[in-house]
């Protein structure tokens, strides 16, 4: 069986022999069976649990590498009109320990929840549901999600 045992950032390798389309919550692994889009399996074995993101390879100890995509979900992204309500959704949001996408433009992108959505609308944001990609935030303290750190986006003021 084919076996991933390293991460190669995106837009770090230019060949591919495979790609994996998986959803958020199954990119965060650490060791596990997997098929490609294929149906090829293949063991999915680092040494730590690591958040794959949308264009990530998986370098395979034979040679090749298998890219990662991300599945399209049922997401809503959330927009404010005001730096103000901004903060309150972010931090009401924020409070529920849900992952969360931050947005070009200052939006947020969560997955598809009738109650979270209750709430931010309640706040007085507006949510748009639909399908696309999710790629929440890794977290402050994972280090492939700091290699990619993005620029800020917004400047309020």
């Given amino acids: 069986m084919r076996r991933a045992t390293a991460i190669l950032a995106a837009g ?49 100890d034979g040679g090749g590498v298998i890219v990662v995509r991300a599945a399209r979900e049922e997401v809503a992204d959330i927009h404010c009109n005001s730096p103000d309500l901004a903060a309150r959704v972010a931090w009401h949001v924020g409070n529920r320990h849900v992952p969360v996408q931050v947005l070009a433009g200052g939006g947020l992108r969560v997955t598809a929840d009738p109650v979270l959505m209750d709430m931010v609308e309640g706040l007085g944001a507006s949510v748009t549901r639909h399908t696309a990609p999710f790629q929440p935030e890794p977290g402050a303290y994972d280090p492939h999600g700091l290699l990619a750190a993005p620029e800020p986006l917004v400047r309020w003021g």
Avoid: I, Q
């Fill in 12 to 60: 770090t390798f230019a060949e591919t022999t495979a790609s994996v389309t998986l959803a958020a919550h199954d990119r965060h692994r650490r060791r596990f069976r997997m098929c490609d889009d294929s149906g090829a399996e293949f063991l999915l074995d680092l040494p730590n649990a690591v958040h794959l993101k949308d264009g990530d390879g998986l370098a395979l």
